[in-house]
């Protein structure tokens, strides 16, 4: 599989954006997803992860209440929903995927990247 992450831009504090992670293969619903973020001199950050059915979802502290994970295996995309955005939700995000990723919060869980989109949220 391979994935392609867009919808990244500029806004504002407060304002929201919608992420998709398009992917292309034939098995798609066999792998666990996750969005991470990084900004240049940090490591890369978990942010989200959703398992292969979609229905159990993981966030981290930061976005937890604020951000949505989600995935339609039909159409093979899967979407990160950011509301409330802050300045600190500024950097590239990335979607990531692996078969054996589901629950694991670190990018080397992951075996499959794609491009990242960026976001900035400006004061």
């Known amino acids: 599989v391979q994935l392609q992450a867009s919808g990244g831009g500029l806004v504002q504090a407060g304002d929201s954006l919608r992420l998709t992670c398009a992917a292309s293969?034939?098995?798609?619903?066999?792998?666990?997803l996750g969005w991470f973020r990084q900004v240049p001199g940090k490591e890369r950050e978990f942010v989200a992860g959703?398992?292969?059915?979609?229905?159990?979802?993981d966030y981290s502290d930061s976005v937890k209440g604020r951000f949505t994970v989600s995935r339609d295996n039909i159409k093979k995309m899967a979407f990160l929903q950011m509301n409330s955005l802050k300045p600190e939700d500024t950097g590239i995000y990335s979607c990531?995927?692996?078969?054996?990723?589901?629950?694991?919060?670190?990018?080397?869980?992951?075996?499959?990247w794609g491009q990242g989109t960026l976001v900035t949220v400006s004061s």
């Open positions: 293969g034939h098995t798609f619903n066999s792998y666990g």
């Open positions: 990531a995927a692996d078969r054996r990723a589901w629950g694991r919060r670190t990018p080397n869980s992951y075996g499959i």
């Open positions: 959703i398992s292969q059915s979609g229905y159990s979802q």
